[in-house]
């Protein structure tokens, strides 16, 4: 299962660094790939850029994403991935500290599969990733990659 990657699109180096050690303590190996804004985020999924390259085995099982970010924001990037028929499919992940309804309405709205505020407290952070980690890389069936 580890060979399946993460998408972490974080701008805060708090926050990976927690999210990172979250995944760790919780078993989960697999690779992350961190994207610090949403232009990146999006030259990755649409393999642009730096990432024209990018192998199509490393398509990412899941993404992570938080809303507050430079250049394109969160809702952006959903709004792109679900407009494009090559990722519209692909699981997305709101993982933000946004405690904005407008935000969990228009998340929802633009296709999220799920929105997850961040816990404050680290255990509770822990366990969130866990549960989040063991839903989607284990327990969740993708779609077959086309």
Do not use: C
């Amino acid at each position: 299962m580890n060979d399946r990657v993460i998408l972490l699109v974080e701008d805060n180096r708090d926050d990976e660094e927690l999210t990172l050690r979250a995944l760790a303590k919780s078993n989960i190996m697999n690779r992350v790939v961190i994207a610090r804004d949403g232009a990146e985020a999006l030259d990755y999924l649409f393999r642009r850029g730096a990432y024209a390259n990018r192998p199509a085995s490393e398509e990412p099982q899941v993404v992570l994403l938080d809303l507050k970010l430079p250049k394109l924001d969160g809702l952006e990037v959903l709004r792109a991935v679900r407009g494009n028929d090559d990722t519209k499919l692909l699981p997305i992940v709101v993982l933000t500290s946004s405690i904005e309804d407008r935000d969990l309405i228009d998340s929802y709205g633009l296709g999220a599969n799920s929105y997850i505020r961040k816990p404050v407290d680290f255990d509770q952070f822990v366990e969130a990733v866990r549960q989040l980690g063991l839903y989607w890389l284990v327990l969740n069936q993708p779609v077959p990659h086309r």
